[in-house]
């Protein structure tokens, strides 16, 4: 079953007299489990694209579906549930809450749902020892590298419980050994069956770890490719090295 | 979000930027410390101004009057009464039908004699009320100094003096009881003529006494006891003695007005004045209530707490006015700290919504800070009107005692209704500032707001 179907989707912005179209006709579906490059130069339309996705803007027209729901016309209420429950956001430059510490940022999406403090804590603590953030836990961002910043920032995008991981650019602020680590962590979220959509300007990086690759120009989609054959079941076995070519991440969950 | 949440969020944000929340916080402090101070001084001056209309002698005590003389008294608009509207007389017939009515200790008609007293080779001017002895309540004998009050037996030519009067003339209230007062008409206090003695005062110069002319008329009053004139009225100069003595002196004396019928009026046999004395305080409005329906005006003490009461509402919201001043500058500077905080905080708001959080959500969280910071402000500005209020007690006080003294009065005073009305109403109109900051915050589009550095 597709997790999230998009139909002619467009999104255009207006400034004075001229139009810009961000995404102009864009259709495809994603599989659950499934591991997608989305790539393009940067006005391509990508970001729009992971916006729409991620219900934090709506199409002008054409439709959006995640599980069934249609997201294109729900209210500003709905799109919130929507990412408090559905969603798990990772970006480029981490986005954590500066005055929080490691625990408090990983909890703060529980937080907004409501979830009793005890819970919160319980839960958040879990993931930081899972992403190897152990002793870091009471540590502000300011205290923290960037590969650390960005391992607490998947923490915080998996305390939710979210079937879909948006991933914008999370590689972009971090060397390139660092960048492996959190390439290897996303490969095994995905492994343990969450969809993620990872979007690059990197083509050697999407090629390496996606099992499709979605490449938009002028907010359309050029290409679609299927870099391993058909989607993946739900458990994916890890990429075979033929069809990821380069080093394979180092350990699956590093600083463990 | 929860709201045990929203407001931890809140503080830890307030907390962040401590200097800048103190700073805000202060500019209420000064408008709810301003506040408080005028409106502590108006309980304050309240307080003083009725604390001792409320001695139990007073509140269980009717003046019954005919309803032309209310009107004179009370002032013609509060009364609603027509001059040529006087009702039914106030005659013997009247007290009578008040004695019958129930929880009425004893209705008679006021007696006051103003005198002029000589005591212990001391003159003074001396005002008697006249007491039935029914009316001696345990609150006279509980204002005892010394001595005791006239009963059924001991009666006639007696009276009860106030301390206050027998400390201003130098003596002990202990050595005056069973002494003699020479009263005459109030008049004599000129008659009296200074004279030397033989005997040197401490300066040097021959002492002076007053002597009483010959021809004078007097009679003599035996001292019963003393009384504490504070538990009447503060300072109070008024002896008491016997309904009947007071009458019958202010008949020979006359100045003022006495239990006799009225001598100025048309209507004969008629008072000015009757007092009711209720037993018991609770039935005193029931009592007032039946008098009325018989067709008299009457004065309780509530009537002039009422009078007084109007009187300092005014004063609290002409003091109430000049004290929200403040306030109204301290809500700019609520709203401008929340306007800069979602300026500054556009991105962390973008990322909060990427987290799930609703525009509701959002304004909540800046709404909760602004209250912080008025109930932060409201608490610091109580602490600060209390501090103002006590320090200037006490100066009060040290000048009360220093130059005048005497005892000084608190008048600055908290209510629990003052220091939670101030709280709440910094917090409140901390809200108001934060209206606009907040929802600007939870209308900020997500996508713009995260891409702002």
């Known amino acids: 079953m597709a997790l999230l179907e998009l139909v002619d989707v467009r999104r255009s912005y207006r400034f004075g007299d001229a139009e810009v179209r961000a995404l102009d006709g864009v259709s495809f579906e994603i599989e659950s489990g499934s591991f997608v490059g989305v790539i393009g130069r940067s006005g391509s339309g990508k970001s729009t694209l992971l916006n729409i996705l991620g219900g934090l803007d709506r199409p002008t027209s054409g439709h959006v579906k995640v599980e069934g729901a249609?997201?294109?016309?729900?209210?500003?209420?709905?799109?919130?549930?929507?990412?408090?429950?559905?969603?798990?956001?990772?970006?480029?430059?981490?986005?954590?809450?500066?005055?929080?510490?490691?625990?408090?940022?990983?909890?703060l999406p529980l937080a907004l749902q409501g979830v009793s403090k005890a819970e919160r804590s319980e839960r958040?603590?879990?993931?930081?020892?899972?992403?190897?953030?152990?002793?870091?836990?009471?540590?502000?961002?300011?205290?923290?590298?960037?590969?650390?910043r960005q391992r607490v920032a998947?923490?915080?995008?998996?305390?939710?419980?979210?079937?879909?991981?948006?991933?914008?650019?999370?590689?972009?602020?971090?060397?390139?050994?660092?960048?492996?680590?959190?390439?290897?962590?996303l490969?095994?979220?995905?492994?343990?069956?969450?969809?993620?959509?990872?979007?690059?300007?990197?083509?050697?990086?999407?090629?390496?770890?996606?099992?499709?690759?979605l490449i938009l120009a002028d907010g359309k989609l050029e290409e679609d490719l299927r870099l391993d054959g058909p989607d993946a079941p739900a458990v994916a076995p890890p990429p075979s090295p033929t069809v990821n070519p380069g080093p394979a991440p180092a350990g699956e969950e590093p600083g463990a | 979000m929860k709201l045990g949440d929203v407001m931890g969020y809140a503080r830890a944000n307030l907390k962040r930027h401590k200097l800048r929340t103190f700073l805000t916080m202060g500019g209420v402090a000064v408008g709810i410390g301003a506040l408080v101070t005028l409106l502590?001084?108006?309980?304050?001056?309240?307080?003083?101004?009725?604390?001792?209309?409320?001695?139990?002698?007073?509140?269980?005590?009717?003046?019954?009057?005919?309803?032309?003389?209310?009107a004179k008294f009370m002032g013609r608009r509060s009364s609603g009464v027509a001059p040529e509207d006087t009702g039914p007389p106030l005659n013997d017939e009247a007290i009578a039908s008040f004695n019958q009515i129930d929880g009425v200790l004893v209705a008679y008609p006021a007696a006051m004699a103003n005198l002029t007293a000589e005591v212990a080779e001391r003159v003074t001017n001396l005002q008697l009320e006249g007491i039935p002895t029914k009316a001696l309540t345990e609150s006279y004998q509980d204002a005892l100094v010394s001595g005791s009050y006239w009963d059924a037996e001991v009666t006639g030519n007696v009276c009860v003096l106030p301390s206050g009067l027998v400390e201003d003339i130098g003596l002990d209230p202990e050595w005056v009881v069973g002494k003699e007062v020479l009263v005459s008409e109030l008049r004599a206090f000129?008659?009296?003529?200074?004279?030397?003695?033989?005997?040197?005062?401490?300066?040097?110069?021959?002492?002076?006494?007053?002597?009483?002319?010959?021809?004078?008329?007097?009679?003599?009053?035996?001292?019963?006891?003393?009384?504490?004139?504070?538990?009447?009225?503060?300072?109070?100069?008024?002896?008491?003695?016997?309904?009947?003595?007071?009458?019958?002196?202010?008949?020979?004396?006359?100045f003022g007005f006495g239990g006799g019928p009225k001598e100025d009026d048309a209507e004969e046999g008629t008072y000015p004045v009757v007092v009711v004395k209720v037993g018991d305080v609770t039935k005193i409005e029931a009592i007032n209530g039946e008098i009325k329906k018989l067709g008299f005006a009457t004065i309780t003490i509530n009537d002039i707490l009422q009078v007084i009461g109007i009187f300092f509402v005014v004063v609290?919201?002409?003091?109430?006015?000049?004290?929200?001043?403040?306030?109204?500058?301290?809500?700019?500077?609520?709203?401008?700290?929340?306007?800069?905080?979602?300026?500054?905080?556009?991105?962390?708001?973008?990322?909060?919504?990427?987290?799930g959080a609703r525009?509701?959500?959002?304004?909540?969280?800046?709404?909760?800070?602004?209250?912080?910071?008025?109930?932060?402000?409201?608490?610091?500005?109580?602490?600060?009107?209390?501090l103002i209020g006590a320090v200037l007690n006490a100066a009060a006080a040290f000048f009360f005692k220093e130059q005048l003294g005497g005892e000084s009065y608190a008048f600055f005073q908290l209510s629990s209704w003052l220091i939670l009305g101030a709280i709440g109403i910094a917090t409140f109109v901390a809200a108001v500032a934060g209206i606009y900051p907040a929802a600007r915050a939870a209308r900020l589009d997500p996508v713009e707001s995260l891409r702002v550095e």
């Open chain 2, 316 to 355: 609290k919201l002409i003091l109430g006015f000049f004290g929200s001043i403040g306030l109204v500058v301290a809500i700019f500077g609520i709203a401008n700290t929340m306007v800069m905080a979602v300026i500054e905080r556009t991105r962390e708001i973008g990322v909060l919504k990427a987290l």
């Open chain 1, 154 to 185: 998947i923490a915080r995008a998996l305390v939710n419980e979210p079937h879909l991981l948006l991933c914008d650019e999370p590689t972009g602020n971090l060397d390139s050994k660092t960048a492996d680590e959190i390439m290897g962590m």
């Open chain 1, 70 to 107: 249609v997201l294109s016309t729900s209210s500003s209420d709905k799109l919130a549930a929507y990412r408090r429950e559905v969603v798990g956001f990772v970006f480029q430059s981490f986005n954590l809450i500066p005055h929080l510490t490691s625990l408090e940022n990983v909890a």
């Open chain 2, 359 to 386: 525009n509701r959500d959002v304004r909540r969280l800046f709404l909760a800070e602004a209250c912080t910071i008025g109930f932060g402000g409201g608490l610091m500005g109580v602490g600060g009107g209390w």
């Open chain 2, 190 to 254: 000129f008659k009296y003529k200074s004279e030397e003695t033989e005997e040197l005062g401490p300066d040097g110069k021959p002492e002076r006494r007053l002597v009483r002319p010959t021809d004078l008329e007097t009679e003599t009053l035996h001292v019963l006891g003393v009384y504490d004139s504070d538990r009447f009225n503060r300072g109070g100069a008024v002896a008491h003695a016997p309904h009947e003595t007071v009458t019958k002196l202010s008949k020979r004396f006359p």
């Open chain 2, 40 to 70: 502590s001084l108006a309980i304050g001056l309240q307080d003083v101004a009725t604390q001792n209309l409320k001695s139990e002698e007073l509140v269980t005590r009717i003046n019954v009057l005919s309803r032309s003389q209310r």
């Open chain 1, 187 to 213: 490969t095994a979220l995905n492994r343990e069956g969450r969809t993620v959509i990872l979007v690059t300007h990197d083509r050697e990086q999407a090629n390496r770890y996606s099992k499709r690759l």
């Open chain 1, 124 to 148: 958040a603590t879990k993931l930081l020892e899972k992403v190897g953030l152990a002793k870091r836990m009471g540590h502000k961002p300011t205290e923290l590298s960037g590969g650390e």
